[in-house]
Every structure is written in structure tokens, then in C-alpha cells.
């Protein structure tokens, strides 16, 4: 089963808006990372956070990480019509040299 | 060009038949994977490699293989392709470890689209 899962499947907002989605995974990682995939695209990262740290910034994006609850969000503020995409999580296992994706949460910024 | 290419972008074969997909870094990053997307999903893990010439087993791994001779370049080979295997196939690749802060981000292809008719 995969290891990460996001919340919720899908989200429509208004341009201006905030942007927060979640991610719950079940074993400890070393590390968690957020990519974005537009349509038919191959994903890009967008951020990565370590075990240690609970909370990082990257321009208009937010990730807290939770390791106790297993779970992490990703906040995008005044989000933008370019910000449609479908945005996933991935975790880097503790002792495993592979990455698990969760399913996704799909985006639809509305200008 | 610098960067990581998938090739066929597109293939359309038939059910048995065996089909390659080329994947190329120029970076000389480490380790290197194959995900398989299906239509609404995220991506599971095929096979991965820490190498040259070191592989294992992602959570998909059945029918398909992978070899890494050299660090630039690994192939996906479905041996006898099922309608199953109808997939986006991705590629990416990551420079190390990095230990003990895990591994670091991944640069992914554009994608193989394959269709099993």
C-alpha cells in the first residue's frame, strides 16, 4: 500500500485564496517532499522537509510536518489560476533508499 | 541537453509483445527510478537503482525488468506486455542519499504514455 495519502482528493477555490492540503503516512521517514504535476507533465519539486524540523517556507508556499501525528500539510497562499495542478507527497522511508507517493490532491484554482 | 529524457514519448503495442523504455540523466545522479501512473492515481514504484549495476524491486516489479550499466541510463523492459501495463511511465532520478537527511528531491522525465492493445 502506499505510504502517503492525501486529503482532500480535490479542492476548488477562487483566485485569491488559500490552498491547504494534507498528507498522513504510517512509518517514520526521513524526510517528506511535495511535487506538483500539471496535466500530462512530469512532476516537479516544489519542497522538501526534514524529520527534525515542524515547519518550512518557500515563497508562497508553507509545509508544517508533524512526525508525531505522521502527517503534513502544504498551504499555498493567493493562490493563482497557474496553480492548478495536481500536488502529491512523498515520503523517503527511514532506511529505504525509495520514495512513496501518495494518490494526490487535485487543484482548481478558479480566476 | 542537460536534464533527464524519456524515450518513446508515446507507444502504442500489442498485448505479448516485449517493449523498452529508455530513460537518459546527464546529471551522474546516483539513483535512479521508474513510477507507473495510472488515470487518477499517484505513482508506485517499479524499480529502483542506487548504481550502476545495483537494482531492486519497487512495489509493481512483476513484468517487468531494468538493467543499469551505466550511470546515465536505465532501461524499463516490459518482457510480455499485458492491457494491464497500459500506463504514463516516469522516470526520475535523484544525485544520493545524502545521509542522514534521506534522499533528496527528484527530477523527473516528461513521461512515457504507453498503450496496451
Known amino acids: 500500500s502506499q505510504q502517503g495519502e492525501e486529503d482532500p482528493q480535490a479542492l476548488s477555490i477562487q483566485e485569491g485564496e488559500n490552498a491547504t492540503m494534507n498528507c498522513s503516512y504510517k512509518?517514520?521517514?526521513?524526510?517528506l517532499q511535495w511535487y506538483r504535476q500539471n496535466s500530462g507533465r512530469g512532476l516537479v519539486h516544489l519542497i522538501l522537509i526534514r524529520s527534525n524540523e515542524r515547519e518550512k517556507h518557500s515563497g508562497r508556499l508553507r509545509v508544517t510536518l508533524d512526525t508525531s501525528k505522521k502527517s503534513s500539510s502544504l498551504l499555498i497562499t493567493a493562490s493563482r489560476a497557474a496553480d492548478t495542478a495536481s500536488y502529491f507527497c512523498?515520503?523517503?522511508?527511514?532506511?529505504?533508499?525509495?520514495?512513496?507517493f501518495g494518490s494526490g490532491t487535485k487543484l482548481n484554482v478558479k480566476p | 541537453d542537460a536534464g533527464i529524457t524519456q524515450s518513446p514519448r508515446y507507444k502504442i503495442t500489442e498485448t505479448g509483445r516485449q517493449v523498452t523504455l529508455m530513460c537518459h540523466q546527464t546529471w551522474s545522479h546516483s539513483y535512479m527510478f521508474w513510477y507507473r501512473q495510472d488515470l487518477g492515481h499517484g505513482l508506485r514504484l517499479i524499480y529502483y537503482s542506487a548504481a550502476a549495476d545495483i537494482t531492486d524491486k519497487g512495489e509493481v516489479s512483476d513484468g517487468y525488468v531494468v538493467s543499469r550499466s551505466k550511470t546515465e541510463n536505465f532501461p524499463l523492459t516490459l518482457e510480455s506486455a499485458t492491457r494491464s501495463q497500459t500506463s504514463v511511465y516516469f522516470c526520475?532520478?535523484?544525485?544520493?542519499?545524502?545521509?542522514?537527511?534521506?534522499?533528496?528531491?527528484?527530477?523527473f522525465g516528461p513521461g512515457t504514455r504507453l498503450t496496451v492493445t
Open positions: 526520475a532520478s535523484t544525485p544520493g542519499s545524502g545521509r542522514p537527511g534521506g534522499l533528496t528531491e527528484q527530477y
Open positions: 512509518t517514520s521517514i526521513n524526510n
Open positions: 512523498a515520503t523517503d522511508r527511514y532506511n529505504f533508499n525509495k520514495f512513496y
